[in-house]
Structure formats: structure tokens, C-alpha cells
């Protein structure tokens, strides 16, 4: 005759007692343990990738560049060039702040705009080129904070590059036209070190300008998977609006358009510094980013991604 136990033995032994094993690190929501949402993708971290890739070495390696192209075009074209005409490449001679102001404001038109709209436009729409955003959510990292990781790493190399265009223009141009002081097209002066410190400003001034279009490329790159477009949709934007501020008949609708203060960093240069048009030339860059910015994280925030 047999008997029975009610008590279960074996390997069933412990089947209604509490997890253990590997489920003992993990919190109540699931969560691991030691798991910080603020730890993933450290924008050092990140930083150092961007840095490594081509495109960003690139980059800033051609804005190095730049002022050694002027100046070799400077040194080939003054044996023909007309010393008394006045000119803006004879002004651009006349000491390495002058030189300087001339390569930005050489580039300020197009060519930062380029830089900018490639590191904002390349960050998440590379990514989903690649293959690789959804792994980098599966991490996870917050959708929040990969935006603001990539927005955040894409305007330090924006800054970079534009303080890179800068120091070495300052640099070869002092070194070839010497410590003069700063002569405008106006006839006003500074001298070397207060015309130092007012290009300080002047950059500043860049470096808030440009954030419409960071804002638009960032925005650019979280609607498509193609880089190529988001880059090229805020270079493009940037250039329609250039052409709709020479349209005189806009009238004052010409001040509401971005970028329409774009040239108001040399207000910085003269004597008295002149911050109406730069104070509100910055407010309209940070509310049109502002705009941007906001769309593309609710947008970011939301979307399916498949790539």
C-alpha cells in the first residue's frame, strides 16, 4: 500500500517559492540593477566617435585650410591686383584681424552653413542609414537623451570648426601681415587686441546665428534615413531664404525670415559696438531652433524605427 506526500520533493520542490538566480538584480519595472538612463551614451564617449569619422576630419580640415588658400591667393594675385582701389582682398592684407574678417566673412554666407547643416543633418539619419539606431535604442538608451547626446556633440564640432577658421586665420595672417590694427571698409580702427576681443564676440555671434539651421538639419535628419537629404534640405532652405531676403518688395517681412541677420556679427567690429540687430538677429535664430528642435523630438519621440 502506498502512501502519499503532500509536501513536493524533487525538482519541484521550491516551485512556488520567490525568484532567485537571475532575476534577483533586476528591479520591480524590470529594470537591471546599477541600469542609470543618465549614463548611456556618454557624450565623451560619442564625442570621440564623431571626432574619427571622415566626414568630421574632413571638415574641419578643409576650414584649416581655407585661410592658407587665401593667403597663397592673396600672394598670387598682388603683383596684379590695384593697391589704390580700396578693395575688400587689399583691406584683407592689412594686418591678421583684417585678414581674419575677411575669410568669415567669406564663409559665414555658405560655407559654415555647410558645416552646420552637416554635422546636425548627418547625426540620426546616419545612424539609420547604417543600420544601427535601433540597436542603440535597444541598449537602451532613452530616445530623449540620444537626441540630445547628438545635438549636443554635433554643435560642439560646429563650434570647433568655426573657432578652427578662426585661430588659424588669426594666426597665418599675423604671422604674413603683422599685429596691425583693425581698418574697416569705413575708415574706423582698433586696435590688434581690442579687435581680438570684439572677433570673440563677433564669433559668438556665428556660432547662436547659425542655430536655426542646426535645428532645421536636426530636424531634417530625424524625417529621413538618406543623410545626404537632410543635409542637403538645410543648405538648400539656407540658400532660398538668402534669395527671399534680396527680394526688396518683401518689405519687413525680409526681418521675420532666418538668417536675415546673418551678417550682423560686424556691428561687433566697430567702434561702438552697435547690439541691436545682433540682439535680435539671436533671438530669431533660438526661437526658429527652438521650433525645430521641439518638432524633432516630438517627432523622434514617436517614431517607428524600422532601420
Not at 526658429?288 to 514617436?302: D, E, K, N
Amino acid at each position: 500500500m502506498s502512501t502519499t506526500n503532500s509536501e513536493p520533493t524533487g525538482s519541484f520542490r521550491g516551485l512556488h517559492s520567490k525568484p532567485t538566480g537571475s532575476f534577483r538584480g533586476l528591479h520591480s519595472d524590470g529594470r537591471a540593477a546599477g541600469y542609470s538612463a543618465g549614463k548611456t551614451l556618454p557624450y565623451l564617449t560619442e564625442l570621440r566617435r564623431q571626432f574619427g569619422r571622415r566626414r568630421t576630419q574632413f571638415a574641419v580640415g578643409f576650414l584649416a585650410l581655407l585661410p592658407v588658400i587665401l593667403a597663397i591667393a592673396f600672394a598670387v594675385g598682388g603683383s596684379t591686383a590695384d593697391s589704390d582701389t580700396g578693395g575688400l582682398i587689399e583691406l584683407g592684407t592689412r594686418g591678421g584681424v583684417n585678414f581674419t574678417v575677411f575669410a568669415l566673412f567669406m564663409s559665414v554666407g555658405f560655407l559654415l552653413i555647410v558645416v552646420v547643416a552637416l554635422f546636425f543633418g548627418d547625426s540620426i539619419a546616419s545612424e539609420a542609414s547604417w543600420s544601427s539606431l535601433r540597436y542603440l535604442l535597444a541598449i537602451p538608451v532613452p530616445r530623449t537623451r540620444l537626441l540630445l547626446q547628438k545635438a549636443l556633440v554635433s554643435a560642439t564640432l560646429s563650434l570647433a570648426a568655426i573657432v578652427v577658421l578662426v585661430l588659424v586665420s588669426l594666426g597665418i595672417g599675423t604671422v604674413l601681415y603683422g599685429a596691425e590694427s583693425l581698418v574697416t571698409p569705413f575708415g574706423d580702427g582698433l586696435s590688434y587686441m581690442d579687435a581680438v576681443g570684439r572677433l570673440v564676440i563677433a564669433v559668438g555671434y556665428i556660432a547662436v546665428n547659425l542655430l536655426w539651421v542646426a535645428g532645421l538639419a536636426l530636424l531634417l535628419s530625424v524625417l529621413t534615413d538618406a543623410p545626404l537629404g537632410a543635409v542637403g534640405g538645410a543648405v538648400m532652405t539656407s540658400i532660398l531664404m538668402q534669395i527671399l531676403d534680396q527680394i526688396t518688395a518683401l518689405g519687413s517681412l525680409r526681418n521675420y525670415l532666418p538668417g536675415h541677420y546673418a551678417n550682423s556679427w560686424i556691428d561687433a567690429l566697430s567702434p561702438t559696438i552697435s547690439w541691436n540687430d545682433m540682439v535680435v538677429g539671436s533671438f530669431s535664430a533660438l526661437a526658429y531652433a527652438a521650433v525645430f528642435g521641439v518638432v524633432a523630438w516630438q517627432r523622434f519621440s514617436t517614431k517607428d524605427i524600422t532601420s
